[in-house]
């Protein structure tokens, strides 16, 4: 189409032909709004250049209710994201007899497939039709794979959608039905489907270290010269079986008390020649990995200091930013073409002998990977966009800026060799006994042969060097110092232990992880320090003792594992969510039927509504619809009266719960539950 300027100046008329944006407009919607601004960024220049983009800000609807016979969920679209929605109809509906496409390019994963099916439901009730909807997903926000998605759209997975679905189903029936339980029982704030276990083994490891009993016992230091060298050498003395040539050395079967260290001191001052072995081998460091986002919080953490909570944030910025790829995943592979662009930059940059083949990497990647299964393998591991990009453009002092370099030196490592070492172990044993046992120590040494991946860490090709000679014959031994010690008790949790725990044994997601924990810390359930250590709080204890007691089997970690698995099921097709939410609500159901009802009184009933005063000021349950109301004590008495009825209900805190039916209790008191 081309719009005619006439400009009528000297007597003459010029006619400017320029051209001018078509009224078909498509839209491409994301979840998160600072993704619209790198993506607007990326589409310039290119044949996307006048599509709308625009951010849902997380989901589109709540889950309001579900039909207790068919389990179909009704949903209440959010308000607040209504115009984001009619502003998306209203751009794509511009020209009405040719409406424009919207392309739905939320998460890759079953939330984001389920705002993607919200927002299409919502735009269809509004004259839209299918084809003027299409499914895209990308897995990093860069313009190759931004463009070539938009070009290769699909449809929604409704495989996902039904996982997304069942699990806030079950979510708010365990959620709704437990927190309100706890909180009339003990005044604790929520229960969860993964917060309680998490909870659950926070709890676990502060009553192991209640429980600890410390053992004192004596620690004998020795020193030593090796025979040819100058260097005095120190070790720890132990009081066991004489190891095996050249095999590690065994732990203590018996410790020192005060009479073995001084019996031993004495033995070694009359005989201090100690007899020499040395073994020498070859050591490989363990492989590293690609990194999924549990390994990248607990190790980034870790290694930048920094609060799994500041990592998750800064990863978020990366991603939408176009630096790294998605951040959710259980994956520790990458595709063949960044696996062919990393080689190629790590030849380039440091030599052959350091890219490792893809044979040599899929060999070593051949290890056991723990108990879980990985089940959200569909998306790469966390690794840059691009491997040559530095991150220079970014503020140098940022968290992103530190935890971008770290990623890619860790990425870099993952596709290179692992170091090799020479080393020597060097066994000194007492040529006479004590109580028929030979006292020994042991100390070793290794150098590189090959730097591997730790080149990336400061070591320099052409660095490494021979190990000494092996020491042989005897060596005279002294005793440098007698101390007593105490056996330590297990170490607090810390954010990362906790992610750790939850990854092997199954309890949520990659997009769990740190939300969870977050949940921990603003119930009061768990204290954080500055170094990430997480503490069992009064209410934590209060909150896991009856969770453990009321729904065992639901903070039972096997239980909680295999419900997982059963949502991902539900994901691959290979479950029905009817057939999930059935089994979860007949369990469920009879659970919650069964729970006392001491911790509440009723007070009276108005508008086929029961009203219940708990024991604590501040929770008011109205029965049989399952709506609760959170008032005091004080405002409750004031609104008790009949007329002021409407006015409960009309509070701004009311909001519509739903709960459980049992199929087997018919009784008064579990239908009102």
């Known amino acids: 189409k081309l719009q005619f300027l006439y400009l009528i100046g000297s007597g003459h008329c010029v006619n400017t032909m320029l051209p001018t944006r078509t009224l078909l407009r498509n839209v491409l919607v994301v979840e998160s709004p600072s993704k619209v601004g790198s993506i607007k960024k990326l589409l310039?220049?290119?044949?996307?250049?006048?599509?709308?983009?625009?951010?849902?800000?997380?989901?589109?609807?709540?889950?309001?209710?579900?039909?207790?016979?068919?389990l179909k969920p009704e949903w209440a679209y959010d308000n607040e994201k209504l115009s984001t929605l009619n502003r998306i109809?209203?751009?794509?509906?511009?020209?009405k007899k040719t409406p424009g496409v919207v392309y739905l390019a939320t998460d890759p994963d079953r939330e984001g497939e389920l705002i993607a099916k919200h927002v299409a439901a919502y735009i269809k009730t509004k004259g839209l039709k299918d084809k003027h909807l299409k499914r895209v997903s990308f897995n990093e926000v860069t313009k190759a794979a931004v463009t070539a998605a938009m070009g290769q759209p699909g449809a929604i997975n409704d495989n996902l959608v039904d996982a997304g679905i069942t699990r806030k189903v079950i979510d708010q029936w365990f959620g709704f039905a437990a927190s309100n339980s706890l909180r009339f029982e003990t005044g604790c704030r929520s229960a969860g489907r993964v917060q309680s276990p998490a909870l659950a083994m926070v709890a676990k490891r502060e009553g192991e270290i209640e429980k600890f009993q410390a053992e004192k016992f004596m620690q004998v230091t020795v020193a030593f010269a090796l025979p040819g060298e100058d260097k005095q050498l120190t070790a720890s003395l132990n009081f066991t079986a004489a190891p095996v040539e050249g095999a590690a050395a065994p732990k203590p079967t018996v410790r020192f008390n005060a009479a073995s260290a001084e019996a031993a001191a004495a033995l070694i001052k009359a005989a201090p020649t100690f007899s020499i072995k040395t073994a020498t081998t070859q050591e490989q460091a363990p492989p590293p990995d690609f990194l999924d986002t549990a390994a990248c919080l607990k190790e980034a953490s870790k290694a930048l200091k920094m609060k799994v909570d500041l990592v998750t944030r800064s990863l978020q910025e990366l991603f939408e930013g176009g630096l790294?790829?998605?951040?959710?995943?259980?994956?520790?592979?990458?595709?063949?073409?960044?696996?062919?662009?990393?080689?190629?930059?790590?030849?380039k940059n440091y030599g052959d002998e350091y890219a490792l083949a893809p044979e040599e990497k899929k060999k070593a990647k051949a290890v056991k990977k723990g108990k879980v299964a990985l089940t959200q393998e569909a998306h790469e591991a966390i690794r840059p966009t691009d491997i040559s990009?530095?991150?220079?453009?970014?503020?140098?002092?940022?968290?992103?800026?530190?935890?971008?370099?770290w990623i890619r030196q860790r990425t870099l490592q993952a596709a290179m060799p692992r170091p090799r070492f020479a080393k020597q172990t060097i066994t000194l044993t007492s040529k006479k006994k004590l109580n028929k046992k030979p006292l020994f120590c042991q100390v070793s040494r290794k150098e590189y042969e090959f730097l591997g991946c730790d080149v990336l860490a400061g070591g320099k090709a052409?660095?490494?060097?021979?190990?000494?000679?092996?020491?042989e014959g005897t060596a005279e031994v002294t005793v440098a110092k007698i101390k007593e010690e105490a056996t330590k008790p297990p170490a607090h949790m810390t954010?990362?232990?906790?992610?750790?725990?939850?990854?092997?044994n199954g309890i949520g997601r990659p997009s769990t992880y740190n939300p969870t924990i977050q949940t921990l810390i603003n119930r009061a359930y768990v204290s954080q320090n500055e170094a990430s250590v997480l503490s069992l709080t009064d209410s934590g204890s209060t909150a896991t003792a009856y969770v453990a007691k009321a729904f065992p089997q639901y903070v039972d970690l096997g239980y909680t594992a295999a419900m997982e698995s059963d949502l991902d099921a539900v994901a691959k097709g290979k479950k029905g969510r009817e057939d999930v939410l059935k089994n979860f609500r007949r369990d469920f159901g009879d659970v919650y039927a069964k729970l006392p009802r001491k911790?509440?009184?009723h007070v009276g009933s108005e508008g086929g509504l029961n009203f219940?005063?708990?024991?604590?000021?501040?929770?008011v349950e109205m029965g049989d619809t399952g709506r609760i109301l959170q008032v005091d004590a004080k405002t409750f008495k004031k609104w008790q009266a009949k007329d002021r009825v409407e006015k409960m209900l009309a509070h701004g805190t009311v909001r519509p719960r739903f709960f459980p039916k049992s199929n087997k209790s018919k009784t008064a008191e579990a239908k009102t539950a």
Not at 325 to 345: C, K, N, P, Q
Not at 390 to 395: N, R, W
């Open 324 to 347: 790294i790829t998605y951040i959710r995943t259980d994956s520790t592979t990458i595709s063949t073409e960044a696996a062919d662009s990393i080689r190629a930059f790590i030849r």
């Open 495 to 504: 954010t990362m232990d906790l992610i750790d725990a939850m990854k092997k």
């Open 89 to 95: 109809v209203e751009w794509a509906s511009e020209d």
């Open 44 to 70: 310039r220049g290119t044949e996307f250049h006048e599509w709308e983009v625009c951010a849902t800000r997380g989901h589109v609807a709540n889950l309001s209710e579900i039909d207790t016979a068919t």
């Open 389 to 405: 990009d530095k991150g220079e453009h970014l503020s140098p002092l940022s968290h992103a800026a530190k935890l971008y370099q």
């Open 462 to 471: 052409g660095k490494t060097k021979p190990l000494p000679k092996a020491p």
């Open 599 to 601: 911790f509440a009184t």
């Open 612 to 619: 219940w005063q708990t024991n604590f000021d501040r929770t």
